[in-house]
C-alpha cells in the first residue's frame, strides 16, 4: 500500500468524520438539553438530501440546493418539533424511542410517497470536480477538500454561537440545570424548538452535502444516524467537543480499517482469506472501537452524566 | 473547640478503631471546589447508636452514601466487620450485613409492601436466582418479612402498594427492609423525618431496643431523639469531624448549643 | 379471574382457532399468517422480558433475532451440501433437526447476549439504546460483508428442516411447533414474573439503590435477564427461517428491531400477552393496510405515535384497564 493511498484515506476519513460530526452534533445538544433521544435525526439528514437534489434539479444551482437542504430540513425539524417532538421531554427514553421511530417510519414512507422509490442523484458543480493537486503530489477530490473545509467552517461558527452568543448561553445554561434558564427569563419552549431546527439544519447540510457523493434514496440517513449514536457514545453524550473529536476518530477508523485491516491479515492468511476476514472485520472495527471505549470509560470521552 | 480536637484524636479513640464493627479512616471526598468529606475518621462499637449531626451540607448523607459503598472516597479507608470494603459495592457491603435506610426512600413503589420486604430476605438469602417457584409461596422468606412488618408497625398495610404509603410509613418500611438482613450494623439516614410526634417516640423506643441486635450509625435532625438515643454524637461541620463524645460532653459544644437552642439555623 | 386474564385466554385461543379453522377452509395463507403471529410474538415476549419487566430498552434485539436465523441457516445449508462446517480439532457437521438447531440457536444467541449484556449493561438510560442499537448494526454489516453464508444475498434453504414424528411442510404441524414453544415461552414468563428473580427484576427496573441495598446485584439480574431475553429471541430467529426457508442480513437489520419493539408496545409493554396482541395487531395491519395503500407504513408509524402519546397500555390496555399487580 502507497503512502500517498494512505493520506487519501486519511482525508477521506476526516470528509466522514466531518459529515458525522454535522449530524451528531444536533442530536448531542438536543440530548445535552432537552434531555431527549431522536431516532428521526437520520430523517431531516435525508430530508437536507432530498431537498438539494430537487432544487438542484430544477434550478441548476448547487449553492441553492444547499441552502435549500439547510431551510428544508430546519423547517421539517421545527414543525416536528412543535407537532410531536415537545409532548416527548417530560417521557421517558422507551416513549421517545418509539415515538420517534414512528417519525421515520412517517418521514421515510412520505418521501417515498413524494419522490418514488427511485434514487435521485444531486451532481457535483463543475467547478467544484475534478481533483485538485495537494502539496507532495497527492491528487484528492476538489469536492472532497471542499466539503471538509465546509465542514470544518460551520463547526466553528457552533462553536462560537455556543460560546459567544446569548442564544449559547442560553444553551449552555440549559445544559448545566434546566431550571435555571427559565429563572434567566427565556422562553424555554422557543429556545427548544430553535435548538432542535438548527441541529436539523446541520443534519440537512450535512445530507445535501453527501448527496452530491451518494445516491439520494429513502432510508440515506439510518446507517448515518447510527454512525452519529456511536459517535455521541464515544464522545459523551451532550458534548459538542466530544462529538467533534469522536467523529474523527470514527471517520478515520472506518476508512483506514478498511484498507489497513487487509493488509494486517496478509501477515499471517494468504491474500484471498486476509481481504476477506479484513473486510468483514473493518466493517465491525468502529463498534469494536465504541466497546473498547465503553469498557475504559462508560460515559465516554468527554461526557459527565448518565 | 480544643476539647473536641482532643476528644477525636485521643489514644483511646484510635484504639477503638480497630475494636468497632465499622470505622472510617481518614476519608477524604471532593466534589469540584466543595470539600465534602474532610479527613473523616469516626466508628461503631456494638451495641451502640452512633448520632451523626451537623448543619445541612455538612456532607453527613455523603459520608453515608461512602460507607454504603454507592461513592468511593478519595482517599481514607472504611473498614467492616474487620475487613477493608473500601473497594467493595454498595451490594458487596450490604451482604457482609450492611443494612442502610434512605433519607429519599428508595423502594418498589409499584410492588406491594410485602414485595418490598420479601425482597429483603431475598437479598439476605443471596438467591435470587429462582425462576420458576412463586416467591410468595416461600413459608421462610413470608415469615421473616411479616415479623419485620409486625415489629415495625406495618402488618395492616402488607398487601398496599409502597406508593401509596405516607413519607412516615415508607421510613418505617425501610426500616422492614433492612430487619430482614438480619444486619451487623445499621446507616439510618432520617428515620424520623415526617413520622409525627408518636410515631417518632415509637421509634425511639424501637431503636433503643435495635441497637442491641446491631449498632446503628445515626443521622437525625430530631435533637431530642437524638440526645435520647445516642450513646455517642460526632458533630460534622464543612465534611470535618469536629467532636466525638458522649451526649454530655457533645451538649455544651458552643455549636451545638447554638443549633439545640434554636439560634442559628441547623436544619431542624 | 381478572379480566387481563379472559382477555390473555380468548388471545391465545383465537390464535390457534384461526389457523385451524384456516385448515379446515383451506386457506394455507392463512395458516402462514398465523405462524407468523406466534414466531414474532415469542421475539416480542423475548424482548418484553428485558423491556417490559427489566426497563431495558434494546434497540438490538434484532441481533439475536439473526443469530438464531443464521444458526438454522449455516447448519442446514451445511446439512444440504453435506459439508461439515468444522472439520479440526473437532468435526461438526450440519443437521436438518430442528431441535438440534434450536439448542444451538438458544445456545448461541445466549452467549452473544451475554457479550453484548455484559458491555451495555455498564452503561444505562440512553447509552445504553444507542449501544445496544449499535451492537446489532455491527452484526448487521457482519452478515453482509461475510460471503461464506451468502453475504448480502442471503441464505435459501431448499427443504425446511425435520421434527420426529411431525411432517414440518405442511403447514399446520408447522404452525402447531411455533405455537407450542410460544405457549412454553409464555407459560416460563408467566411463572417468572412471580418467581424470586422476577421480583428481584422488577425492583431493579423501580430502584436500583433499593435492590443494591438488600445485597443483590443488580447487573447481575439485569444481565440474565437480557441473556434470557435474547435466547427466546434467538430462537424466534431459527423458527422464522425455518418459515421463510430463507435467511438474510435483513433479519439483524435495525428496522427489525424496531418492529419487534413495535410488538410489544402495541399490545401493551410488561403484560404477559402484549406480544401476542401485538404481533397480531401489526400482522393484520400489514395485510390489511398492505392491501390498501404501498406506503401503509405510514399508518403503522400514526398509529405507534398515537399509542405512544395517548395509550401507554397498548391494546391490552384499552380493552383491560391498568394492570393489577398481585401482592
Keep these: ?306 | 473547640m480544643r476539647a473536641a480536637a482532643l476528644l477525636v484524636y485521643s489514644p483511646e479513640v484510635r484504639q477503638e478503631v480497630a475494636d468497632s464493627i465499622l470505622a472510617t479512616e481518614g476519608v477524604c471526598k471532593r466534589f469540584g471546589a466543595l470539600l465534602a468529606s474532610d479527613n473523616v475518621t469516626l466508628d461503631l462499637h456494638e451495641g451502640e447508636i452512633h448520632a451523626l449531626i451537623g448543619p445541612n451540607g455538612a456532607g453527613k448523607s455523603t459520608l453515608i452514601e461512602q460507607i454504603a459503598g454507592a461513592i468511593k472516597p478519595d482517599k481514607g479507608k472504611i473498614y467492616f466487620r474487620g475487613h477493608n470494603v473500601t473497594k467493595l459495592n454498595t451490594a458487596e457491603r450490604a451482604r457482609l450485613g450492611l443494612a442502610r435506610t434512605f433519607q429519599i426512600s428508595a423502594l418498589a413503589l409499584e410492588d406491594s409492601v410485602l414485595q418490598n420486604v420479601i425482597l429483603g430476605g431475598l437479598g439476605a438469602q443471596g438467591r435470587p436466582y429462582r425462576f420458576f417457584k412463586p416467591v410468595l409461596a416461600s413459608s421462610a422468606l413470608r415469615e421473616t418479612a411479616e415479623a419485620a412488618l409486625e415489629r415495625v408497625g406495618l402488618a395492616q398495610l402488607a398487601r398496599t402498594r409502597a406508593g401509596e404509603l405516607s413519607h412516615g410509613q415508607k421510613r418505617q418500611l425501610e426500616v422492614a427492609v433492612a430487619l430482614t438482613l438480619k444486619p451487623k450494623a445499621f446507616l439510618m439516614d432520617e428515620p424520623m423525618a415526617g413520622l409525627g410526634s408518636s410515631g417518632s417516640a415509637r421509634l425511639t423506643t424501637f431503636l433503643s431496643e435495635l441497637r442491641h441486635e446491631a449498632p446503628i450509625l445515626l443521622i437525625e435532625h430530631d435533637m431530642d431523639a437524638v440526645f435520647a438515643l445516642a450513646d455517642r454524637i460526632s458533630v460534622l461541620v464543612y465534611g470535618k469531624v469536629i467532636a466525638t463524645g458522649s451526649v454530655d460532653e457533645v451538649r455544651i459544644l458552643p455549636e451545638v448549643r447554638r443549633a439545640y437552642l434554636g439560634d442559628d439555623a441547623w436544619d431542624c | 379471574m381478572s379480566r387481563e386474564g379472559w382477555i390473555n385466554i380468548a388471545l391465545i385461543l383465537s390464535l390457534l382457532a384461526v389457523p385451524l379453522w384456516a385448515q379446515v377452509a383451506d386457506e394455507p395463507f392463512l395458516i402462514t399468517l398465523s405462524t407468523r403471529v406466534a414466531i414474532f410474538a415469542l421475539a416480542g415476549v423475548g424482548l418484553n422480558l428485558a423491556l417490559g419487566l427489566g426497563g431495558l430498552v434494546s434497540l438490538g434485539h434484532a441481533a439475536f433475532f439473526g443469530i438464531g436465523g443464521y444458526a438454522m441457516g449455516i447448519l442446514a445449508s451445511h446439512a444440504q451440501s453435506y459439508a461439515p462446517i468444522l472439520e479440526v480439532p473437532l468435526l461438526i457437521e450440519g443437521t436438518k433437526s430442528m431441535p438440534v438447531i434450536w439448542l444451538t440457536a438458544l445456545l448461541v444467541s445466549g452467549l452473544v447476549a451475554l457479550a453484548i449484556g455484559a458491555l451495555s449493561l455498564r452503561t444505562t438510560g440512553v447509552y445504553f439504546i444507542m449501544i445496544t442499537l449499535a451492537f446489532g448494526q455491527m452484526l448487521y454489516y457482519f452478515s453482509i460483508s461475510w460471503p461464506a453464508y451468502g453475504g448480502e444475498d442471503g441464505l435459501p434453504i431448499y427443504t425446511r428442516n425435520n421434527f420426529p414424528g411431525l411432517n414440518t411442510l405442511d403447514p399446520i404441524q408447522f404452525f402447531l411447533i411455533s405455537y407450542v414453544i410460544l405457549c412454553i415461552a409464555l407459560v416460563f414468563i408467566s411463572l417468572l414474573t412471580k418467581s424470586s428473580f422476577g421480583l428481584a427484576l422488577n425492583a431493579a427496573r423501580q430502584s436500583v439503590r433499593r435492590v443494591e441495598t438488600v445485597g443483590i446485584s443488580t447487573y447481575r439480574v439485569r444481565l440474565t435477564a437480557f441473556v434470557l431475553s435474547g435466547m427466546m429471541t434467538g430462537l424466534s430467529g431459527a423458527l422464522f427461517a425455518d418459515l421463510n426457508r430463507f435467511v438474510s442480513p435483513s433479519m439483524f437489520s435495525w428496522q427489525t428491531s424496531g418492529e419487534i419493539m413495535i410488538f410489544v408496545i402495541l399490545g401493551g409493554t410488561a403484560r404477559l400477552f402484549g406480544p401476542v396482541a401485538g404481533a397480531a395487531l401489526f400482522i393484520v395491519l400489514e395485510h390489511l393496510l398492505g392491501g390498501i395503500s404501498d406506503y401503509w407504513l405510514i399508518f403503522l408509524g400514526l398509529l405507534l405515535l398515537a399509542v405512544v402519546l395517548f395509550a401507554r397500555g397498548g391494546l391490552i390496555g384499552l380493552l383491560a384497564g391498568s394492570p393489577s399487580r398481585s401482592g
Design chain 1, 1 to 306: 500500500m502507497s503512502l500517498v493511498l494512505f493520506i487519501e484515506q486519511v482525508l477521506n476519513g476526516f470528509q466522514f468524520g466531518i459529515m458525522l460530526f454535522l449530524t451528531a452534533a444536533g442530536l448531542t445538544l438536543v440530548f445535552g438539553v432537552m434531555g431527549l433521544i431522536n431516532l428521526a435525526h437520520g430523517s431531516l439528514f435525508m430530508i437536507g438530501a432530498f431537498a438539494a437534489a430537487s432544487i438542484a434539479g430544477w434550478t441548476g444551482s448547487f449553492v441553492l440546493a444547499i441552502m435549500a437542504s439547510l431551510a428544508a430540513a430546519a423547517a421539517a425539524g421545527a414543525l416536528v418539533e412543535v407537532a410531536v417532538i415537545r409532548k416527548l421531554y417530560d417521557r421517558d427514553h422507551l416513549d421517545q424511542v418509539l415515538a420517534t421511530f414512528a417519525l421515520i417510519l412517517i418521514l421515510s414512507e412520505g418521501t417515498r410517497w413524494i419522490f418514488g422509490s427511485f434514487p435521485l442523484y444531486l451532481n457535483i458543480p463543475s467547478y467544484l470536480s475534478g481533483p485538485i493537486s495537494l502539496p507532495g503530489g497527492i491528487q484528492y477530490p476538489l469536492y472532497r477538500l471542499t466539503i471538509i473545509i465546509a465542514g470544518l467552517f460551520i463547526a466553528l461558527c457552533l462553536r462560537q454561537l455556543i460560546l459567544k452568543t446569548r442564544i449559547g448561553m442560553q444553551i449552555r445554561a440549559g445544559e448545566s440545570d434546566r431550571e435555571m434558564i427559565a429563572v434567566l427569563g427565556v422562553n424555554i419552549s422557543w429556545l427548544y424548538t430553535l435548538l432542535f431546527a438548527l441541529g436539523a439544519a446541520l443534519a440537512g447540510v450535512a445530507g445535501g452535502l453527501v448527496g452530491a457523493l451518494q445516491s439520494v434514496q429513502v432510508g440515506m440517513g439510518e446507517p448515518i444516524l447510527i454512525l452519529a449514536f456511536v459517535v455521541i457514545v464515544i464522545g459523551g453524550i451532550g458534548s459538542v467537543k466530544g462529538a467533534l473529536v469522536a467523529s474523527i476518530l470514527v471517520g478515520l477508523t472506518d476508512r483506514l480499517g478498511s484498507i489497513l485491516m487487509p493488509e494486517a491479515f496478509k501477515l499471517f492468511l494468504p491474500p484471498a482469506d486476509a481481504t476477506l476476514m479484513g473486510s468483514a472485520l473493518s466493517s465491525m472495527l468502529i463498534y469494536i472501537l465504541m466497546a473498547a471505549v465503553l469498557v475504559w470509560k462508560p460515559t465516554g470521552l468527554y461526557g459527565v452524566r448518565v
